[in-house]
């Protein structure tokens, strides 16, 4: 249950910060109500996740995999710029959060 959570709370803050993006310095109206809202289903996510999972293992999971997937977002459906070292700054985040993930279950 506890990584359902925390993958809900990646949902929730990818869709929060994409609606951050969407919403042009908070300037519209619908856009900004979404990224409160957002964020609001994420922290209690990541939170009630905190009851079981190791809060260095979980924290550096949803904001490695967030970063991961607003990047990839920002790349393509907002044409940012995308280079080799963006993708392998990427690469190695996803390197990171695995290393983690292994050094908890010692």
């Given at each position: 249950m506890e990584?359902?959570?925390?993958?809900g709370a990646i949902v929730f803050e990818v869709f929060a910060t994409t609606c951050m993006k969407i919403s042009h310095g908070l300037s519209k109206l619908v856009p900004?109500?979404?990224v409160f809202i957002g964020y609001?289903?994420?922290?209690v996510c990541?939170?009630?996740?905190?009851?079981?999972?190791?809060?260095?293992?979980?924290?550096a999971i949803w904001s490695g995999v967030g970063t991961?997937?607003?990047?990839?977002?920002?790349?393509?459906y907002f044409k940012e710029s995308w280079?080799?070292?963006?993708m392998g700054s990427?690469?190695?985040i996803i390197i990171g959060i695995v290393g983690l993930q292994f050094s908890s279950q010692h």
């Open positions: 990584w359902l959570l925390l993958a900004s109500i979404l609001s289903i994420c922290f990541l939170a009630l996740s905190l009851k079981k999972l190791p809060v260095s293992v979980a924290y991961a997937i607003i990047a990839m977002i920002g790349v393509l280079s080799l070292i963006k990427i690469l190695l």
